[in-house]
């Protein structure tokens, strides 16, 4: 799409060239959304390229990840044996509704910013524990768990013109075993239910509750649950309104859908544990 309110384009090489943020100023990463619809109140774009991260990092602690990292890149990591979770990477990459030619162009960074209910690469990082830094236009970088990023729908704890500079996915994490369930109304249609479970060589277990909830929702088990202990644990944690209405599905269908895929991924996660 033509963008015929941005009057120009900066590709500052050192984030310190950007000394403020008037209204009109938008970062660009892929920029895959920016340029889907207009952008009526953007006049300046500030490309990110310049400062030219790595897209990927792999350590013994785990994967630090550039915000301007593509989904295409994401998809192709290969973990080593020692990470069973690391198949999620993928995983959530392919549950994002795109091409493969936008995914060759769209970040990890772009999609967590938009902070939308079915934003997989937010999925992703919070069911694997993951920590934001941020930079913000005056003062230190901060880090922020991953969880208490997303607000709601569209909505997040970035300040105007703060960074998202990184995501880091320890490797404690990664070790963990994990199921994953999701649900659209196509074949290739966007997420109405996106649930991760993670789950330790204790019998812990951590469920993430994406896609049929505004935001992020996190459950955390010490020992295994029962079926009952569960879907106990779900009602508590979101209200009879705290399900996303949308096209993608009734807040009733999205309930239902959590339910019934908590329940597989606590089964399946039990069986293994269980080394059925």
């Known amino acids: 799409m033509d963008l015929n309110t941005v009057r120009q384009v900066k590709s500052p090489i050192f984030p310190d060239e950007i000394a403020d943020w008037p209204t009109g100023h938008a970062w660009l990463a892929g920029g895959t959304w920016l340029m889907s619809e207009p952008q009526l109140g953007v006049d300046t774009l500030v490309d990110l390229h310049g400062f030219g991260w790595p897209e990927l990092t792999i350590s013994d602690d785990g994967i630090e990840i550039a915000a301007t990292c593509t989904i295409e890149t994401l998809a192709n990591v290969v973990g080593p044996p020692e990470w069973p979770a690391a198949p999620l990477l993928p995983d959530c990459a392919h549950a994002l509704l795109m091409s493969f030619k936008v995914a060759g162009v769209a970040t990890v960074g772009g999609n ?3 902070s939308l209910p079915a934003g997989a690469m937010v999925s992703l990082t919070v069911a694997l524990e993951a920590n934001y830094l941020l930079w913000p236009r005056e003062g230190a970088p901060r880090t922020v768990a991953a969880r208490d990023f997303v607000t709601g729908n569209h909505a997040n704890i970035l300040a105007p013109g703060e960074l998202l500079r990184s995501v880091h996915i320890p490797a404690s994490a990664l070790e963990k075993r994990y199921a994953i369930r999701r649900a659209s109304l196509t074949k290739l249609g966007r997420s109405a239910a ?3 479970g993670t789950s330790g060589p204790q ?3 951590l469920l993430t509750i994406t896609a ?4 992020p929702v996190q459950l955390n088990f010490p020992r295994p649950p029962s079926a009952d202990e569960m879907r106990a644990a779900i009602d508590a944690a979101i209200p009879a ?3 996303f209405d949308d096209v993608n599905g009734t807040p009733a269908y ?3 859908l959590t339910y019934h895929f908590a329940e597989d991924i606590r089964a399946e996660l039990a069986a293994l ?3 059925a």
């Open 254 to 256: 999205k309930r239902h």
């Open 212 to 215: 049929a909830t505004p935001r």
């Open 241 to 243: 309104d705290g399900f």
């Open 194 to 196: 996106l649930l991760i």
């Open 273 to 275: 544990g269980s080394g």
């Open 112 to 114: 967590i910013c938009m």
């Open 203 to 205: 019998g812990d277990l």
